[in-house]
């Protein structure tokens, strides 16, 4: 089992600044890729931006030059620097992490996938 624990949602200023953190726990024996999803009100859960093991990532064009992921290996965490913020950024983010339970399910590409249970953002004046 695996355990997200995300931190970092709350209200901000349009201009303003977050940090989202999710830390993973439980028996894994490798996280693969981790990312950022949000879901606004009415709206489908979309992907915002993820980081692979050897920090290759993708983000979503409407967070590009704003958003910054990153993770941390040792401490099996990912972060999200939200720079810029606009009020179309108001939604539910929640962390998603890929994961494999044993070397020989790594070497045959089997990997499980958790959700954490999401943090508020609101972009607001």
């Known amino acids: 089992q695996v355990q997200l624990v995300e931190s970092g949602g709350e209200l901000v200023q349009p201009g303003g600044s977050l940090r989202l953190s999710c830390a993973a726990s439980?028996?894994?024996?490798?996280?693969?890729?981790m990312g950022w999803y949000r879901q606004a009100p009415g709206k489908q859960r979309q992907l915002v931006a993820s980081i692979t093991h050897g920090d290759i990532t993708n983000y979503a064009d409407s967070v590009k030059g704003r958003f910054t992921i990153s993770r941390d290996n040792a401490k099996n965490t990912v972060h999200l620097q939200m720079n810029s913020l606009r009020p179309e950024d108001t939604a539910v983010y929640y962390c998603?992490?890929?994961?494999?339970?044993?070397?020989?399910?790594?070497?045959?590409?089997?990997?499980?996938?958790?959700w954490g249970q999401g943090t508020q953002v609101t972009v607001s004046s």
């Open positions: 439980g028996r894994f024996f490798s996280l693969n890729a």
């Open positions: 998603n992490a890929k994961y494999c339970r044993s070397l020989i399910e790594c070497s045959r590409a089997n990997e499980y996938e958790y």
